[in-house]
Each structure stands twice: as C-alpha cells, then as structure tokens.
C-alpha cells in the first residue's frame, strides 16, 4: 500500500480530471508512476538523453567543443601561409 500527500490544488486537479476522464484516482496515479519508471529506465541520465544531440548544431561536426584549438591552429596556419 502507498499513501501520496498532494497539495490542495493537487488534490482538485486530480480530481477534476478523474472526473472528467471517468477514472479512478489509483488508475491515474498506477500509469503515472508506470510511465515515469518507464521513462526513467529509458534515459538512465541527461548525458544518455542527449549524446545524439551534443555538437550537432549548425556545423555537423560532432567533435567541435574538443577539437577548437587543433581546428583553430589549422586556420590560422592556412591564413598566414598565404
């Protein structure tokens, strides 16, 4: 057994939403805490969430944030070379 302490306007907009829906309170709160398991066994942290996300943006280059300084060196060696 679980017993949950919700705020007063928790409590009213769980409520109003079983109500509406025509569910019980235990239905809602069961699928809420399967779905954040769920969820939580999906992305074990932000890190995994994100790792297809990170360097990505505009350039493409995966690396950019390691790489600068060697990329940085090969510009201005190619700039002054001229």
């Known amino acids: 057994m679980l017993t949950v302490r919700l705020s007063e306007e928790e409590e009213e ?3 109003a939403y079983c109500q509406r829906e025509g569910v019980s309170k235990s239905i ?3 699928e809420a805490i399967e779905l954040y398991l769920a969820q939580r066994k999906k992305n074990k942290n932000p890190y995994e969430a994100g790792t297809d996300l990170f360097g990505r943006e505009g350039s ?3 690396n950019k944030s390691v790489s600068y300084k060697k990329r940085l060196k090969d510009l201005l060696h190619e700039k002054h070379s001229h």
């Open 28 to 30: 809602v709160v069961k």
């Open 60 to 62: 493409g280059i995966k």
């Open 13 to 15: 907009t769980l409520n």
